[in-house]
């Protein structure tokens, strides 16, 4: 069931709106750290268990989604995650009434429970609404709805939670009327989308390679070298985008300054989705695409450590740039031939989005460790050169 042009705007506009909920609701992580480190007064490490708990969800949830959606159907598996996302942006409020660290982290846990359903119903849209020879420029154009959402979750909560000047309770109550909004913006989008336009996607129409001889997922190194490589990709890219705003005002800047640094992240991501929309297969494969991205990666990174000030917090934000491109390059290196075995290594790939989970984690214990959140930073450089590693050699293995 590809639909033509005409007939698929208005799903496609749904599910572009759902992108958009995607990147707000995911990049105000950003704003949440520097927010609860203050509120708290939390070291490094505890402030990024908001990363850990919002993205450990994807490992917990991944295959559990798939059974979900067999059961209730993409749409309104669709409309469940929204409702889980709900029941997490409601859970802020009593957390905040608390004053209880947890709760909150166990809200964030709910969110990226239903994000998590959300992605595995939504994404196949995005193939299958159009001809497929123009998959990769609606999934550049969702791209770039989910970072322009991630640019306005900055301005709006950062104008929120980090310019005033309370404290404590008084500080963490300052969550409850935004998040009481959102839910309720969530509730009624999983209504829309319960009674929308969308058809109904068919497990036969994601289509599959032919069947493969081999008899085990594991017996493909593009794809167990591809999980480790989207580990470490999403963990760089998260390391890249959330600390920024901490790490700002570690080299000197006023909070009030850095609350919007990680937009210059997500500016930088939109140019790169512009550079795929344009260049990409034109003028420049997937492949030297994802070289050329882990070379800025290794880069860039560098500049971050040995670079001071504003330059040093212009190359974390150029990560942006880097890793834009990463996720659309690695996934058909990493699924490539596996024909029978391919739902359950995209499976396996949306787990390795704990990578999100647990490098923040230890960027965040190595800077405590060391006491220099700048230095921390190493740990991103042998990331993107195994990430090269696979651009160039490990995606063409075919046997151990």
């Known amino acids: 069931m590809t639909t033509n042009s005409k007939s698929s705007n208005g799903p496609l506009m749904i599910i572009g709106i759902l992108f958009f909920v995607f990147g707000f609701i995911t990049w105000v992580n950003s704003v949440l750290i520097a927010f609860f480190k203050d509120a708290f007064q939390l070291n490094n490490f505890d402030s990024l268990l908001v990363t850990f708990a919002f993205f450990i969800s994807y490992f917990v949830m991944a295959i559990p989604s798939s059974w979900v959606l067999a059961k209730t159907g993409f749409k309104r598996g669709m409309s469940l995650g929204l409702l889980s996302m709900a029941i997490g942006t409601l859970l802020f409020i009593p957390a905040a009434k608390m004053a209880n660290y947890p709760m909150f982290l166990f809200g964030l846990f709910v969110i990226g429970t239903g994000l998590a359903l959300l992605q595995t119903a939504s994404n196949p849209y995005v193939t299958i609404l159009g001809p497929s020879e123009s998959a990769a420029k609606r999934i550049s154009v969702m791209g770039i709805c989910n970072k322009v959402a991630g640019i306005l979750s900055q301005f709006i909560f950062g104008g929120l939670f980090l310019s005033n000047g309370l404290v404590g309770n008084e500080k963490l109550n300052t969550v409850i009327t935004p998040y009481g909004?959102?839910?309720?913006?969530?509730?009624?989008?999983?209504?829309?989308?319960?009674?929308?336009?969308?058809?109904?996607?068919?497990?036969?129409?994601?289509?599959?390679?032919?069947?493969s001889v081999k008899d085990s997922v594991w017996s493909y190194p593009n794809l167990v070298l591809g999980l480790v490589a989207f580990f470490l990709y999403v963990g760089v890219e998260v390391i890249a985008?959330?600390?920024?705003?901490?790490?700002?005002?570690?080299?000197?800047?006023?909070?009030d300054v850095a609350?919007?640094?990680?937009?210059?992240?997500?500016?930088?991501?939109?140019?790169?989705?512009?550079?795929?929309?344009?260049?990409?297969p034109k003028y420049l494969s997937q492949q030297k695409a994802l070289n050329y991205s882990a070379i800025l990666g290794?880069?860039?990174?560098?500049?971050?450590?040995?670079?001071?000030?504003?330059?040093?917090?212009?190359c974390l934000a150029l990560l942006g740039l880097a890793n834009a491109l990463m996720w659309p390059a690695l996934w058909p290196l990493a699924i490539q031939g596996l024909g029978k075995f391919t739902k359950l290594g995209s499976a396996l790939i949306i787990m390795m989005i704990s990578g999100g989970a647990l490098l923040p984690l230890l960027y965040g214990k190595i800077a405590d460790q060391i006491g220099d959140t700048q230095k921390a930073y190493m740990i991103m450089i042998p990331c993107y050169i195994f990430i090269y590693f696979y651009a160039t050699i490990g995606h063409k293995k075919s046997s151990w």
């Open 181 to 211: 909004i959102m839910t309720v913006i969530l509730i009624a989008l999983a209504i829309w989308v319960w009674f929308s336009s969308l058809p109904e996607v068919e497990a036969e129409e994601i289509k599959q390679e032919n069947d």
């Open 241 to 255: 985008g959330d600390t920024i705003i901490n790490y700002g005002v570690s080299q000197g800047f006023d909070k």
């Open 259 to 280: 609350k919007i640094f990680t937009t210059y992240t997500l500016y930088g991501m939109l140019a790169g989705y512009i550079v795929g929309i344009l260049f990409i």
């Open 298 to 314: 290794i880069v860039f990174s560098i500049g971050t450590i040995f670079f001071t000030g504003f330059t040093s917090v212009l």
